[in-house]
């Protein structure tokens, strides 16, 4: 990791300093950063993404389509000072009886993708600026078959991976889980929002049906009493 965060750090400061050139970002690795837990003024960005692994004892190789990392950010008006923390999910051998924790190796391709979605994260989240975030999606080196191996998963261990989140059984996670599972939500939301509404419409439909017979019945017991 420590070779490939050379690159992580050098393709960061390219892409920030297109947009903003006056202004300076760090960027660290943190091994302790964990998802939905910001200290006050910060944002997070989670991207899963395609990785390779190496075992350090019986050097199997092997790919994932769920290597999960995590950004937090944060942008200090008063010292024009930016700072990023990231973290990378590992993976363990699965043939080997006690295997540790890899690091996963990136593409460059992936980790310029992944970068750039960062910074338009940062351009949105930390500057306001609005525009329609799209996201950039990663490439599959080659076609994954079998389930995520959760077992040895560092991110579904610690109960932060996207398999152990409660998602439907159909969802299938991409590249652009995040745009997904916001629209996700929109929709959730709206159809919600929907159904609520069809339900107030439908409850005051039957109270309306009630005073009706009620006044029919009121009617008849009235018109044969006379
Ligand atoms: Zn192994
Ligand atoms: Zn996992």
């Not at 590992?90 to 190796?105: G, I, L």
């Not at 998602?167 to 929002?193: G, I, K, Y």
Request: hydrophobic share 35%; charged share 20%.
């Amino acid at each position: 990791m420590h070779q490939d965060m050379k690159v992580w750090k050098q393709v960061f400061q390219e892409l920030i300093r297109e947009v903003k050139p006056w202004h300076t970002w760090k960027l660290t690795l943190d091994k302790s950063l964990l998802p939905n837990i910001l200290k006050p003024g910060w944002a997070q960005y989670q991207q899963w993404t395609f990785a390779r692994f190496q075992c350090s004892s019986c050097s199997r190789s092997w790919a994932s389509a769920q290597v999960q990392v995590l950004f937090h950010m944060h942008w200090s008006e008063g010292e024009s000072r930016g700072q990023v923390k990231m973290r990378v999910f590992a993976q363990r051998c699965q043939k080997c009886s006690q295997p540790s924790f890899e690091v996963p190796k990136f593409t460059e391709e992936n980790i310029s993708r992944i970068l750039n979605n960062l910074v338009l994260r940062i351009l949105k989240k930390c500057y306001r600026e609005g525009f329609t975030l799209v996201e950039i999606p990663m490439i599959k080196e080659i076609s994954l078959e079998g389930p995520h191996d959760s077992d040895n998963c560092e991110a579904c261990l610690q109960g932060f991976c996207v398999q152990t989140a409660s998602l439907p059984t159909s969802w299938s996670p991409r590249a652009n889980t995040n745009v997904q599972a916001e629209r996700r939500d929109q929709n959730c939301f709206n159809d919600c929002t929907f159904y609520s509404h069809t339900a107030q419409h439908t409850r005051s439909l039957g109270v309306s049906c009630c005073c009706l017979i009620l006044i029919i019945i009121i009617v008849i017991v009235v018109k044969t009493t006379i």
